[in-house]
């Protein structure tokens, strides 16, 4: 079974940091696409980030490009979100989410998601 | 940047009805469109792929439709587990997604 499990959201002020995890289990993690999606409270749903199997390539949006980089270790079936300067607008619902099969544009797998506030 | 405008934002429908919802793009995005279903405190759960492919296990009574900007999902004899938000996303390039439309049931 496909399992994802994110971990460290929490409160944080703006202009800090904050490194997010998601441990992925129930597949060959290396084979596939990662991502992150988010979702502003009450809000809609927000791609984030993209990363290749190896992590040699990264995708972003304009609005986190610069300030979010998504990496991956696969020996450890993990992926991760560094976000840099936080702003309020960044607080969300973080999900970890899977590529599709031939590591195509949906995402079938989606972990629970973590949450991260942005606030003083 | 592609904008996927997604209508109505919300609908009242009665179990057994028929409803549709639409998503249009403001450029041609082909058949590169996928549709999601969220239920309240639940990730999504991907529904349709291509526009039009059903994904693994999910109802027929479920249906896409559109090539180019406009497309639809489309839900037959609606069930009352169907209340949930409906999200589009272009599958190609930007990720985008539309902003949803919310389903409940009368």
């Known amino acids: 079974e496909v399992q994802l499990v994110e971990s460290g959201g929490g409160l944080v002020q703006p202009g800090r940091s904050l490194k997010l995890s998601c441990a992925a289990s129930g597949f060959t993690f290396s084979n596939y696409y990662m991502a992150w999606v988010r979702q502003a409270p009450k809000k809609g749903l927000e791609w984030v980030a993209t990363i290749s199997t190896s992590g040699s390539r990264t995708y972003y949006p304009d609005s986190v490009k610069g300030r979010f980089t998504i990496s991956r270790d696969n020996a450890k079936s993990s992926l991760y979100l560094q976000m840099n300067s936080l702003k309020s607008e960044d607080t969300a619902t973080y999900y970890c989410?899977?590529?599709?099969?031939?590591?195509?544009?949906?995402?079938?797998?989606w972990g629970q998601g973590t949450l991260v506030t942005v606030s003083s | 940047n592609i904008v996927m405008t997604q209508s109505p934002k919300s609908m009242s429908i009665s179990v057994g009805d028929r409803v549709t919802m639409n998503c249009k793009a403001s450029?041609?995005?082909?058949?590169?469109i996928a549709w999601y279903q969220q239920k309240p405190g639940q990730s999504p759960k991907l529904l349709i792929y291509y526009a039009s492919n059903r994904y693994n296990g999910v109802p027929d009574r479920f249906t896409g439709s559109g090539y180019g900007t406009d497309f639809t999902l489309t839900i037959n004899s609606v069930q009352a587990e169907d209340a949930a938000f409906y999200y589009c996303q272009r599958i190609y390039n930007s990720l985008t997604f539309g902003s949803g439309t919310k389903l409940e049931i009368k």
């Open positions: 989410a899977r590529h599709s099969e031939l590591n195509l544009n949906w995402f079938a797998y």
């Open positions: 450029q041609n995005v082909y058949n590169n």
